[in-house]
């Protein structure tokens, strides 16, 4: 099993910025995609932007030119920069590691817009 540990929710207003980390841990193979998923009261989970170990970048539609994900793979970390946050980005956000055998999910981290 992957160990992850995400960090940087909190609160913000509509508009504003937030990054959120998440540094994986264990035993890990180089080939392997991370990503962030988010879960909002009395809905179900939904992908946000995933990146492989090669780098390429998926995101959802709602998140698209607002949100960028990147990586640092030396350190087995990956970063979510959310900018422009509105109101229904409101959510527990879940950090995803996935190698085609495991699919371990962090803690999750809250994440609240203001209007």
């Known amino acids: 099993q992957v160990q992850l540990v995400e960090s940087g929710g909190g609160l913000v207003q509509a508009g504003g910025s937030l990054r959120l980390s998440c540094a994986a841990s264990g035993r890990i193979f180089s080939i392997n995609v991370m990503g962030w998923y988010r879960q909002a009261p009395g809905k179900q989970r939904e992908l946000v932007a995933t990146?492989?170990?090669?780098?390429?970048?998926n995101y959802a539609d709602s998140v698209k030119g607002r949100f960028t994900i990147s990586r640092d793979n030396a350190k087995n970390t990956v970063y979510l920069q959310m900018n422009s946050l509105k109101p229904e980005d409101t959510a527990v956000y879940y950090c995803n590691f996935k190698d085609g055998v495991r699919d371990d999910w962090g803690q999750g981290t809250q994440v609240t817009v203001s209007s």
């Open positions: 990146i492989t170990s090669g780098g390429g970048t």
